[in-house]
């Protein structure tokens, strides 16, 4: 099955677009200079690319997306810390789904 999460991830997303397991059944993208509507607009469609996959293959499965824009000099902790919340607030808005997160700034550190 993660296999074919990541399958939909790289499909919807760009070349130069990174796609890695975190742990366990998350995976982080990393977006390079890409404004949030747009990599929302990409996340969304891998979403809908996982809602898609024939109940043989996926077995209701469902994606829960938190997308935020970090700042070149942040500090990487605190971006997924604001994505791992934006996450958690997809999970409770429903399966597929993308939920972007506030600005995360260059001086903010992830407790």
Same mark, same amino acid.
Not at 17 to 34: H, K, S
Not at 66 to 90: F, K, T, W
């Given at each position: *099955?993660?296999?074919? %999460?990541?399958?939909?991830?790289?499909?919807?997303?760009?070349?130069? !677009?990174?796609?890695?397991?975190?742990?366990? !059944?998350?995976?982080?993208?990393? *977006?390079?200079?890409? $404004?949030? $509507?747009?990599?929302? &607009?990409?996340?969304?469609? &891998?979403? !809908? &690319?996982?809602?898609?996959?024939?109940?043989?293959?996926?077995?209701?499965? #469902?994606?829960?997306?938190?997308?935020?824009?970090? $700042?070149?000099?942040?500090?990487?902790?605190?971006?997924?810390?604001?994505? !791992?919340?934006? *996450?958690?607030?997809?999970?409770?808005?429903?399966?597929? #789904?993308? %939920?972007?997160?506030?600005? %995360?700034?260059?001086? #903010?550190?992830?407790?």
């Amino acid at each position: *099955m993660l296999r074919e %999460v990541a399958g939909c991830l790289r499909t919807a997303l760009r070349a130069q !677009d990174l796609v890695a397991r975190y742990g366990g !059944d998350e995976f982080v993208v990393v *977006m390079p200079a890409t $404004p949030l $509507p747009v990599a929302s &607009a990409a996340l969304q469609r &891998a979403a !809908d &690319a996982v809602a898609a996959l024939p109940a043989e293959v996926a077995a209701g499965v #469902t994606v829960s997306i938190g997308v935020v824009r970090a $700042p070149h000099d942040g500090e990487p902790s605190a971006a997924l810390a604001a994505a !791992d919340a934006a *996450m958690y607030r997809a999970k409770r808005a429903g399966g597929n #789904t993308v %939920v972007s997160g506030g600005p %995360v700034s260059a001086h #903010t550190h992830a407790r």
